[in-house]
């Protein structure tokens, strides 16, 4: 299983201030690594696939970068609703695996 | 608007098989550009993904379950299902279903269920 490994583990930002993420995976994904965003009592919420490209409807704050084995999502300028934990995930390969999450709290 | 939607037992008791029902709606399972997922959630920890299905009956179970695991599919209800047979407390999570999204190569998970809780306790 190709693993992923996320830091920090949990970080604390205010509003406004740009934030980043890196997801690391065990061996080289290409491109095929995904960001998802979840709120507490909720079903995770895809931002950015391929690396790099943002879903529909998700605000330009946020953008990813990334190949190989090293990937980073941004958000330029967190906002309130921003606070949530963030999730890598590799569809390189099956199993499919998940990074162990990043909780970005209100500083 | 595809919305994805669990069904089935919150409590199952050691050693027995759950079983979830996804009910798809605006979307179709039988639609060749997709697959259906199982994904789960333990209290407070990370995420696992389970396996998937495809409308042609052709499945992927992560190995970490595979011996315990079936998905099925019945497209006369537009629904996938999981049975997880020999359950213990370490399956106890919250269980969700997903749309396996496929973009030039990209596969990524754009649809999910509101996700159910199954408690394995006697």
């Known amino acids: 299983d190709i693993q992923m490994t996320q830091s920090p583990s949990s970080l604390s930002a205010s509003v406004g201030d740009r934030v980043t993420i890196t997801c690391r995976a065990s061996?080289?994904?290409?491109?095929?690594l995904n960001w998802s965003q979840q709120k507490a009592g909720k079903a995770p919420k895809v931002l950015i696939y391929?690396?790099?490209t943002l879903q529909s409807g998700v605000p330009s704050r946020f953008s990813g970068s990334g190949s190989g084995t090293d990937f980073t999502l941004t958000i330029s300028s967190l906002q309130p609703e921003d606070f949530a934990t963030y999730y890598c995930?590799?569809?390189?390969?099956?199993?499919?695996?998940f990074g162990q999450g990043t909780k970005v709290e209100i500083k | 608007q595809v919305q994805l939607q669990e069904s089935g037992p919150g409590l199952v008791k050691p050693s027995e098989t759950l079983s979830l029902t996804c009910t798809v709606s605006?979307?179709?399972?039988?639609?060749?550009?997709?697959?259906w997922s199982w994904i789960r959630q333990p209290p407070g920890k990370g995420l696992e993904w389970i396996g998937y299905?495809?409308?042609?009956?052709?499945?992927n179970y992560n190995p970490s379950v595979k011996s315990r695991v079936t998905i099925s599919v019945d497209m006369s209800k537009n629904q996938f299902s999981l049975k997880l047979s020999s359950v213990t407390a370490a399956d106890t999570a919250v269980y969700y279903c997903?749309?396996?999204?496929?973009?030039?190569?990209?596969?990524?998970?754009?649809?999910w269920g509101q996700g159910t809780l199954v408690t394995v306790s006697s």
């Open positions: 997903a749309r396996d999204n496929i973009v030039l190569g990209n596969y990524y998970f754009d649809y």
């Open positions: 061996q080289s994904i290409g491109t095929y």
């Open positions: 299905i495809y409308y042609r009956g052709s499945t």
């Open positions: 391929g690396a790099s």
């Open positions: 605006g979307g179709s399972v039988s639609s060749g550009s997709y697959y």
């Open positions: 995930q590799q569809s390189y390969s099956t199993p499919r695996t």
